[in-house]
């Protein structure tokens, strides 16, 4: 069974940094696909971010719209984490963030369904 494990959110002002971290176990790390999915209040779910596992051609990474270009995803497979970089925080941003692992096919990595494994979530609020 994996286990996972989200930190590193807090309060940040419009325009800081946060990045949140994700500590797997109990599981072949490298073989899974990792997201970021977020929920506001009143919202759906939305993704985030997700990144590959390692293949030959090493990983591919994906983003939401809303994230592009101010959020980063990437992975330790040495430490067993996969971390989210988030830059030029918006108040929009504020969401609980939680991370989920797949062994599945990347075509459904954009979407909750496609996961496996989810975190508890950590909390990002920004204040305007």
């Known amino acids: 069974q994996v286990q996972l494990v989200e930190s590193g959110g807090g309060l940040v002002q419009a325009g800081g940094s946060l990045r949140l971290s994700c500590a797997a176990s109990g599981g072949t790390f490298s073989r899974f696909a990792m997201g970021w999915f977020r929920r506001a209040p009143g919202k759906e779910r939305e993704f985030v971010a997700a990144?590959?596992?390692?293949?030959?051609?090493?990983?591919?990474?994906y983003y939401g719209d809303s994230v592009k270009d101010r959020f980063t995803i990437f992975r330790d497979n040495a430490k067993n984490t996969v971390y989210l970089q988030m830059n030029s925080l918006k108040p929009e941003d504020a969401a609980l963030y939680y991370c989920?692992?797949?062994?599945?096919?990347?075509?459904?990595?954009?979407?909750?369904?496609?996961?496996?494994?989810w975190g508890q979530g950590t909390q990002v609020t920004v204040s305007s």
């Open positions: 990144i590959s596992w390692i293949s030959w051609r090493g990983v591919t990474t």
């Open positions: 989920a692992a797949t062994s599945g096919s990347a075509q459904r990595i954009r979407v909750p369904e496609g996961y496996d494994y």
